[in-house]
Every structure is written in structure tokens, then in C-alpha cells.
């Protein structure tokens, strides 16, 4: 990969072609695993390489290839299971008297929420509002708070679950 950063065209087909056999057992195992039909193995490998093609960039040459590489495999693996997944699909019509609730219920809801996130502390409160409410991505919320988008993603999965305990606790 090094030498293909350096315009080696030889180097980069030849690990393409190494790549391609070790994705391809990623794979395998990978739908094995999930309980998927491995029918689509090639479609994740020729997925991962022009993924790793189109990031190639993105790698950081003083750090291993195949960690980097097993990533990107494992996001279109999972791109490929969500896109594939079982879906069951149910008529609302004979639900619609659960699904709408009257406008008083609606605004109690609202003003626990509001009630809840006011219960969280500095930087919890900051990302849920910042991401939930705003729809801010974790890039923008990590830049504008100094933190690291890994870190931003943490502190909103810890702050939704202290949301969700706050709002078990408070219910009849």
C-alpha cells in the first residue's frame, strides 16, 4: 500500500489481488456468523476493495493495512445485512387509535423529555441536545466542544441511557 501511495500501479494490483482472497474469508465467516446466506461474499469483497480504493487516502501509512482494511469490510458487511435484513411488515390501519395520542398526552411527554434532558450534566446535555434535538452530526458537536467524534458518540450513548433510567423512575 505504501508503494501504491507512491504511484506504484504493480504494487497496488498485486495487493489487490492478495486482499481479495483474505476478504473474501471475512466474509464467509462474517455471514456465517450473522446467520446470513454467504451467496453474497463477492459482492462484499468487490464492495470493501473499491471502498478501500476510494479511501485509500484515509489510511495512515505508519499504522497496519489489514486492521484498516477489516474495518471497511466489516462496515459493508453490515451496510449489506441492513439492506438485506429481515423486515416484517404490518398494517397500521387497525392500530390507528394507539398510534395517535390526544394533544395534552403529547405535550406531558414533551415537558418530561424536557425535564429529563434539564437532569443531565454539562457535556451529556450539550451532545443530546446538540445531536437529538438540533441534528448536529458528531463531527460538528466533537469540533465545537473540543472532543473527539469517538468521544462525542460515548457520551451521547451514556447520557440517552441515563435519559432512559430518569424516565423509567419517573413513571407511575
Do not use: C
Amino acid at each position: 500500500m505504501r508503494a501504491a501511495g507512491r504511484g506504484d500501479a504493480h504494487a497496488y494490483r498485486d495487493l489487490l489481488r492478495k486482499l481479495a482472497p483474505i476478504l473474501r474469508g471475512f466474509a464467509r465467516h462474517a455471514f456465517l456468523r450473522y446467520g446470513s446466506s454467504a451467496e453474497d461474499v463477492e459482492d462484499i469483497v468487490q464492495e470493501t476493495l473499491l471502498a478501500m480504493h476510494l479511501k485509500r487516502h484515509t489510511w495512515i501509512e505508519d499504522r497496519p493495512l489489514l486492521p484498516w482494511v477489516r474495518a471497511i469490510a466489516h462496515n459493508k458487511l453490515m451496510d449489506h445485512l441492513r439492506r438485506s435484513g429481515r423486515r416484517q411488515h404490518l398494517p397500521i390501519d387497525e392500530f390507528g387509535d394507539v398510534l395517535v395520542a390526544d394533544d395534552s398526552q403529547s405535550a406531558a411527554n414533551g415537558l418530561d423529555a424536557d425535564v429529563a434532558i434539564g437532569k443531565l450534566k454539562g457535556r451529556q446535555r450539550d451532545v443530546v441536545v446538540a445531536m437529538s434535538l438540533e441534528g448536529q452530526s458528531a463531527r460538528d458537536v466533537a469540533q465545537r466542544l473540543g472532543m473527539t467524534e469517538g468521544a462525542v458518540r460515548v457520551v451521547l450513548h451514556r447520557a440517552l441511557r441515563s435519559l432512559s433510567k430518569v424516565l423509567r423512575d419517573d413513571q407511575p
